[in-house]
């Protein structure tokens, strides 16, 4: 597909949106998982809220 | 379902997991459809081939102002009506919306240089957004600025609410004043002016924009309940910790 003489800009928008929404996307999964390695090992060690009790 | 039943932030998390993986498979097909249309669509007769930024530009400055709105309304249900997921629904937003509004920053900078032949102008659209922007920084800085959730929620609902003045201002910016930014054309009174074969593509990547905002809205709302039964949890652990 010719995109023409700014080819570069379009390519770069798109990258661009590309990094961002990974970046999105990698930051929500990597959080989720520390979160439940970290209240698993809490669990682990015996602590507990009232309302899970 | 009541939005009151969704108080309960284990009948919450129950329902994401769900709704999460069907919302990011519906946003893929979405914006996956709109981008072939838009890429097989004419060039414009103006923008050329340049066009196609449009299909990435337009959404992501649409969720940056809708994300802006949500969390304004979120803030009400903090101050107002003390909604437990409110403050989370609020704080969870405000890192998505940024990340659109940077997109919508530097796409719109990409499609400037060859089109205006300059990155950036202090025109009142682009400044306006930039404010959006800079909003939306600064909510996140006193979110972390502050420990205790409850009193950053409130300080942070605050500032959200003082800010949202600039989402009119963003809106009516090109009609208010001289801009170099085109008007809307799409939300008119007397309907949209783009020719269908570019507008037909460029609703179905927003819609996909949209289906992706609320799926990692409500992973980072589920990741912020977590975090608060993390905090919890670390502090009855240091408490019975002292108690032995």
Same mark, same amino acid.
């Given at each position: 597909?010719?995109?023409?003489?700014?080819?570069?800009? #379009?390519?770069?928008?798109?990258?661009?949106?590309? #990094? #961002?929404?990974?970046?999105?996307?990698?930051?929500?999964? #990597?959080?989720?998982?520390?979160?439940?390695?970290?209240?698993?090992?809490?669990?682990?060690?015996?602590?507990?809220?009232?309302?899970?009790? | 379902?009541?939005?009151?039943?969704?108080?309960?932030?284990?009948?919450?998390?129950?329902?994401?997991?769900? !709704? =999460?993986?069907?919302?990011?498979?519906?946003?893929?097909?979405?914006?996956?459809? $709109?981008?072939?249309?838009?890429?097989?669509?004419? +060039?414009?007769?103006?923008?050329?081939?340049?066009?196609?930024?449009?299909?990435?530009?337009?959404?992501?400055?649409?969720?940056?102002?809708?994300?802006?709105?949500?969390?304004?309304?979120?803030?009400?249900?903090?101050?107002?009506?003390?909604?437990?997921? +409110?403050?989370?629904?609020?704080?969870?937003?405000?890192?998505? $919306?940024?990340?659109?509004?940077?997109?919508?920053?530097?796409?719109?900078?990409?499609?400037?240089?060859?089109?205006? $032949?300059?990155?950036?102008?202090?025109?009142?659209?682009?400044?306006?957004?930039?404010?959006?922007?800079?909003?939306?920084?600064?909510?996140?800085?006193?979110?972390?600025?502050?420990?205790?959730?409850?009193?950053?929620?409130?300080?942070?609902?605050?500032?959200?609410?003082?800010?949202? =003045?600039?989402?009119? =201002?963003?809106?009516?910016?090109?009609?208010?004043?001289?801009?170099?930014?085109?008007?809307?054309?799409?939300?008119?009174?007397?309907?949209?002016?783009?020719?269908?074969?570019?507008?037909?593509?460029?609703?179905?990547?927003?819609?996909?924009?949209?289906?992706?905002?609320? +799926?990692?809205?409500?992973?980072?709302?589920?990741?912020?309940?977590?975090?608060?039964?993390?905090?919890? !949890?670390?502090?009855? +652990?240091?408490?019975?910790?002292?108690?032995?």
């Amino acid at each position: 597909m010719d995109l023409g003489p700014h080819a570069g800009f #379009i390519v770069a928008a798109y990258a661009a949106a590309a #990094i #961002i929404v990974s970046a999105l996307v990698f930051w929500v999964v #990597i959080d989720y998982r520390g979160l439940e390695r970290s209240i698993a090992k809490l669990e682990a060690r015996g602590a507990k809220r009232r309302s899970d009790r | 379902m009541p939005l009151s039943e969704l108080a309960n932030p284990h009948r919450f998390l129950r329902l994401v997991r769900v !709704l =999460i993986p069907a919302l990011a498979m519906l946003a893929l097909v979405l914006i996956g459809l $709109g981008l072939v249309q838009g890429f097989r669509a004419p +060039a414009d007769y103006q923008q050329g081939e340049m066009v196609r930024v449009m299909y990435i530009h337009v959404p992501s400055a649409w969720i940056a102002l809708a994300a802006y709105t949500l969390m304004a309304i979120a803030s009400l249900g903090t101050l107002v009506w003390r909604h437990p997921l +409110a403050d989370v629904a609020a704080k969870a937003a405000a890192p998505i $919306g940024a990340a659109f509004c940077l997109l919508c920053l530097v796409t719109g900078a990409l499609w400037g240089r060859p089109m205006w $032949g300059a990155y950036w102008v202090w025109d009142p659209r682009l400044t306006s957004v930039l404010v959006l922007f800079l909003l939306y920084l600064g909510v996140i800085a006193l979110w972390r600025a502050i420990d205790d959730p409850g009193r950053a929620a409130k300080a942070a609902a605050i500032l959200t609410l003082v800010g949202f =003045i600039n989402v009119p =201002i963003v809106k009516f910016s090109v009609e208010w004043w001289s801009s170099l930014h085109q008007g809307a054309s799409v939300f008119r009174l007397d309907g949209p002016s783009i020719h269908p074969s570019l507008l037909q593509p460029l609703l179905i990547s927003a819609a996909g924009f949209v289906a992706l905002f609320f +799926a990692l809205h409500l992973a980072a709302m589920r990741n912020e309940i977590l975090r608060r039964r993390l905090r919890t !949890l670390g502090i009855l +652990a240091a408490a019975e910790a002292e108690a032995r």
